[in-house]
């Protein structure tokens, strides 16, 4: 893995975006791209599925750091998820990728979903797993903010029992990152709690193809939102994975890996 930092300008100033790339010895420049875009856990959900897919499939995995997690710095002007989409969009530009495999999880597949939505013909296709964004009625996002880690937990996976998190294990740096990841993910969220009533609205745009994968024992977002989201996306496919919860790239990698490759590499 290689870690660089590249300056994006916006319209409302400059922005500095910390990016990850994993690529084999195989295959290096050779490999398709793909955007790995993290949850509200912060880069380390995707970085041993980023590696894993680079290792298994002729991949190159450019996974950023969203401005405020992991101790990187987030102007106050960056305050919602369109505006970081723009920010990706860009990064694309500054990398000079094209045919873009776009994965996103949880908060990042809602920034994916946003990415798409503004149409660069960099893209090539995107993958929204257990995405977060919209409003379904009757089908409400859990209030993580309320929950400690390990009712988090067990919400978020299909046996916790696997991922059990002991707090006094943590030294003081990691509570420190842990906190401003939090931090910056309720500042990422907005006024309606990880969603936007107008987002809706611009994924009918969605142009690319795109896959919306649901971890069947999500509690966090059911199974019946993925299918809402599929729905409000024109021609997306659904694909429903068993025995995985809101995070399946750290819960059955290999699954979400077969996934995402095979309909990256059917649309390319």
């Given at each position: 893995m290689?870690?660089?930092?590249?300056?994006?300008?916006?319209?409302?100033g400059a922005?500095?975006?910390?990016?990850?790339?994993?690529?084999?010895?195989?295959?290096?420049?050779?490999?398709?791209?793909?955007?790995?875009?993290?949850?509200?856990?912060?880069?380390?959900?995707?970085?041993?599925?980023?590696s894993l897919l680079a290792e298994q499939r002729p991949a190159r995995v450019f996974t950023p750091v969203h401005p405020g997690f992991d101790g990187t710095a987030r102007p106050e002007w960056l305050t919602d998820v369109p505006t970081l989409a723009k920010a990706y969009a860009q990064l694309l530009e500054a990398l000079g990728l094209r045919d873009v495999a776009v994965v996103g999880n949880s908060i990042g597949g809602w920034i994916a979903a946003e990415l798409a939505a503004l149409g660069?013909?960099?893209?090539?296709?995107?993958?929204?797993?257990?995405?977060?964004?919209i409003l379904v009625p009757g089908h409400p996002i859990a209030d993580t903010f309320s929950l400690t880690p390990v009712e988090l937990s067990r919400l978020s996976f299909h046996d916790p029992s696997k991922f059990r998190f002991d707090p006094t294990a943590l030294s003081e740096a990691q509570r420190a990152v842990m906190a401003a990841n939090r931090a910056a993910l309720q500042v990422y969220s907005g006024p309606h709690a990880m969603a936007d009533p107008t987002l809706a609205d611009r994924l009918a745009k969605i142009t690319h193809p795109t896959l919306v994968a649901w971890g069947a024992s999500d509690q966090v977002v059911d199974a019946d939102y993925g299918r809402a989201y599929a729905?409000?996306?024109?021609?997306?496919?659904?694909?429903?994975?068993e025995g995985t919860g809101h995070m399946p790239q750290a819960?059955?990698?290999?699954?979400?890996?077969?996934e995402v490759w095979e309909f990256a590499d059917a649309e390319r």
């Amino acid at each position: 893995m290689t870690r660089s930092t590249h300056t994006l300008t916006l319209d409302q100033g400059a922005l500095d975006v910390t990016v990850d790339l994993h690529t084999s010895d195989l295959h290096g420049r050779q490999g398709r791209p793909v955007l790995l875009l993290h949850g509200g856990g912060g880069p380390q959900t995707v970085t041993p599925f980023a590696s894993l897919l680079a290792e298994q499939r002729p991949a190159r995995v450019f996974t950023p750091v969203h401005p405020g997690f992991d101790g990187t710095a987030r102007p106050e002007w960056l305050t919602d998820v369109p505006t970081l989409a723009k920010a990706y969009a860009q990064l694309l530009e500054a990398l000079g990728l094209r045919d873009v495999a776009v994965v996103g999880n949880s908060i990042g597949g809602w920034i994916a979903a946003e990415l798409a939505a503004l149409g660069s013909d960099r893209i090539g296709s995107v993958t929204l797993v257990n995405a977060v964004g919209i409003l379904v009625p009757g089908h409400p996002i859990a209030d993580t903010f309320s929950l400690t880690p390990v009712e988090l937990s067990r919400l978020s996976f299909h046996d916790p029992s696997k991922f059990r998190f002991d707090p006094t294990a943590l030294s003081e740096a990691q509570r420190a990152v842990m906190a401003a990841n939090r931090a910056a993910l309720q500042v990422y969220s907005g006024p309606h709690a990880m969603a936007d009533p107008t987002l809706a609205d611009r994924l009918a745009k969605i142009t690319h193809p795109t896959l919306v994968a649901w971890g069947a024992s999500d509690q966090v977002v059911d199974a019946d939102y993925g299918r809402a989201y599929a729905h409000a996306v024109p021609g997306a496919q659904f694909r429903l994975l068993e025995g995985t919860g809101h995070m399946p790239q750290a819960e059955t990698p290999e699954q979400l890996l077969t996934e995402v490759w095979e309909f990256a590499d059917a649309e390319r």
